[in-house]
């Protein structure tokens, strides 16, 4: 007999992005998780050196402060801290799930620290790569100040087809703790140029 039990919670984020392409949860990891991986965020900041993200793949990348400004630093899920190991748990058994369920053959996940600072922003792009597109679906998890409002930019836009085939934005608010998950192959998406410093753990989850 399958000792297979139904996740209620991860059904509804599978429903959305089977039918829309994405999803937005907000009680994905719960508050504690949250003011864990901040707090962790900020001692990594301060202890080592966040690098200028390029755009691009490998030999390829360029830095254009124009196109994308945030600064990253990557986890290792090989060596992570007490705090990483419970966010690559969490991620690893949403992905043991979607693979159960929907055979997305989602073989491991990368993922990076990601800080924005005042006046910089993402321009509109695609996640996969000409030549590489294992990405298979994107995975963004802010790590905001609780007093975070909308004014404070930062959006993330995604640009999806409307009922009639135009295109039409849906615009993410940057809110600590929340999740998005979405398309990374079809789903063209930026980033809005932040007031405030705008943090994240961001990601991919890839197939073989």
């Not at 690559?88 to 620290?113: D, P, S, W």
Request: proline share 3%; aromatic share 14%; glycine share 6%.
């Amino acid at each position: 007999m399958s000792d297979f039990e139904v996740n209620s919670f991860y059904e509804l984020i599978i429903h959305d992005l089977v039918n829309r392409g994405y999803s937005v949860v907000d009680c994905f990891f719960t508050e504690r998780e949250i003011d864990l991986l901040r707090a962790n965020f900020f001692m990594k900041q301060d202890l080592q050196v966040f690098k200028k993200a390029a755009i691009g793949q490998a030999s390829e990348e360029q830095i254009v402060e124009e196109v994308r400004g945030d600064f990253i630093l990557w986890l290792n899920e090989q060596t992570p801290d007490e705090v990483e190991a419970m966010y690559f748990q969490k991620m690893n058994e949403f992905i043991a799930y979607v693979n159960r369920t929907c055979f997305l053959g989602i073989k491991e996940g990368e993922f990076h620290y990601a800080s924005y600072p005042v006046g910089t922003g993402y321009q509109r792009h695609l996640d996969v790569f000409h030549k590489d597109t294992r990405r298979t679906l994107s995975v963004v998890l802010y790590l905001n100040e609780k007093d975070w409002t909308p004014a404070n930019g930062g959006e993330l836009v995604l640009f999806l087809p409307d009922e009639e085939g135009n295109e039409r934005e849906e615009v993410v608010y940057a809110l600590p703790g929340r999740l998005v998950i979405f398309d990374s192959k079809s789903i063209e998406h930026e980033v809005r140029t932040v007031n405030k410093p705008r943090y994240s753990i961001t990601g991919w989850l890839k197939t073989r």
